[in-house]
């Protein structure tokens, strides 16, 4: 196993921390915090179908273990752009600064900002992607098995 380079090593503290964010964004405060049922009665009164504060909270879990884990990175951080481009807009009302009540839009502004940087950067080191041999196919004398 070679050393990985620092490029890679940033690429991989960065897909733990998004990883990390969305795992706490979905299962902490959407599912324990404000639980499921409140977080849709909270979509609602935005404007949202309720249903999707359940959309939302999957798509969040299960992005965040994809991005912790490593596999499938670059889908994983396009898939969360919506949902990271909405929560922008849910907090655009709010002003700018997160510190605002209700949290303005500068963190879900900026997440966006890092899943699209990650969308470019792919795995980094110490990705399950990368150690997966199975979903590489072995060439053999200039032809793939």
């Known amino acids: 196993m070679t050393r990985p380079s620092s490029t890679e090593f940033a690429t991989f503290l960065l897909r733990i921390a998004l990883?990390?964010?969305f795992l706490a964004h979905s299962v902490i405060l959407k599912l324990f915090t404000f639980t499921l049922p409140g977080t849709a009665q909270f979509f609602v009164g935005i404007g949202l179908p309720g249903i999707l504060a359940y959309v939302v909270f999957?798509?969040?879990a299960l992005v965040g273990v994809l991005l912790v884990r490593g596999v499938q990175t670059r889908w994983a951080a396009l898939a969360s752009l919506p949902i990271l481009v909405g929560a922008t807009w849910a907090h655009s009302g709010n002003g700018w600064m997160?510190?605002?009540p209700d949290g303005g839009w500068e963190y879900p502004a900026y997440l966006s900002l890092l899943a699209l940087v990650q969308a470019l950067l792919g795995d980094g080191a110490y990705a399950l992607s990368r150690s997966a041999v199975i979903l590489r196919f072995p060439?053999?004398?200039?032809?793939f098995i």
């Open 139 to 143: 060439r053999v004398g200039g032809r």
């Open 58 to 60: 999957a798509v969040e």
């Open 98 to 100: 997160v510190g605002y």
């Open 19 to 21: 990883g990390a964010m």
